[in-house]
């Protein structure tokens, strides 16, 4: 199959990469771009473990064309870190163990990252509801909840108040 030329932007920097139509943006994101924090979980939108944003919208780059994302923003967990610090969600993670494995974490992070982007005090009914779409396979979810409730309060008050 015949490469086409396409031109990505990613955490901020603007890539031109020669790529097969039918790639995934899972796959140029790890492959050709070397960025390794969104996972493949399943290949079939029912895990969140990949989840990007493409123009600050939560989306499951296992099964979006990258070519179809050619002049929109894209980011990553690695472009999260806000001036080479953690983001609030990623502290808050830490503090309150809201990871286990960490395989799903930063999928469950991206989300996060687009319901605060749209509601910056989303009800816990909110939280659960745009993260119904990712699945942690060895925790409660309660740990990851406060964690989320902390990052919440730490945007809104500028710092986060672990345990």
Known sequence: MKKELVELKVNGRTYELAIEPSA???DVLRQDLRLTGSKRGCDESSCGACTVLV???AMMSCTLLAASCQGQEITTIEGVSEHGSLAA?????????????????????MTVKSLLAENPDPSDAEVR???SSNLCRCTGYSQMY???RSAIAAEQQGAI???
């Open 146 to 148: 406060e964690a989320i």
């Open 89 to 109: 969600i990623q502290k808050a993670y830490g503090d309150w163990g809201g990871a286990q494995c960490g395989f799903c974490t930063p999928g469950f992070m």
């Open 24 to 26: 995934l943006l899972l």
């Open 161 to 163: 108040s672990p345990k």
């Open 55 to 57: 123009d600050g919208v």
């Open 129 to 131: 509801m745009a993260l």
